[in-house]
C-alpha cells in the first residue's frame, strides 16, 4: 500500500507528468486500496476466525497508507496536516474495508461448514 501511495502521490501531483489522464489514476487510486485492505481484512479472519482481527488488519495497513501518502504530499509542497488527516483517513477507511473482508470470510466459512456444522 505504501508502494502504491508514493507512485500515485508522483504521477498526480508532478508537473512533469501532466498528461496522465485524471480518470484512471483516480479510479486506480481508490480502487487499489479498497481491494488491498478488504483482502487483509479477509486474510486476517481467515488465519484467527475473529472479525475484530480483520479491522485491526485493515486498519492498520490503512494507517501505514495514509501516512505514506501524507508524507509524500509533503515533499511536493503541501501542508504538513496531510500527515495527520492521511494517517486518520487510511486507518478509519481501512478499518471500515478490513471489516467488510473479515464478514465475507466468516460468510464464506459458513457456508463451506454446511448444515449442521459450526465453524
Given at each position: 500500500m505504501s508502494l502504491a501511495s508514493i507512485v500515485f502521490a508522483v504521477v498526480g501531483l508532478?508537473?512533469?507528468?501532466?498528461?496522465?489522464?485524471?480518470?484512471?489514476?483516480l479510479s486506480a487510486a481508490v480502487l487499489l486500496p479498497i481491494a488491498i485492505?478488504?483482502?487483509?481484512?479477509?486474510r486476517a479472519?481467515?488465519?484467527?476466525?475473529?472479525?475484530?482481527?480483520g479491522s485491526l488488519a485493515g486498519?492498520?495497513?490503512?494507517a501505514i497508507g495514509g501516512f505514506v501518502?501524507?508524507?509524500?504530499?509533503?515533499?511536493?509542497g503541501k501542508p504538513a496536516l496531510n500527515v495527520a488527516l492521511g494517517l486518520a483517513a487510511g486507518a478509519v477507511a481501512g478499518?471500515?474495508?478490513?471489516?467488510?473482508?473479515?464478514l465475507l470470510n466468516r460468510r464464506n466459512a459458513t457456508a463451506e461448514?454446511?448444515?449442521g456444522r459450526s465453524i
Open positions: 508532478s508537473p512533469s507528468l501532466t498528461w496522465v489522464p485524471e480518470l484512471p489514476l485492505f478488504g483482502i487483509a481484512g479477509f479472519a481467515a488465519r484467527t476466525r475473529l472479525v475484530q482481527a486498519g492498520l495497513a490503512g501518502a501524507g508524507v509524500s504530499y509533503v515533499f511536493f478499518a471500515t474495508i478490513g471489516t467488510m473482508g473479515a461448514a454446511g448444515p
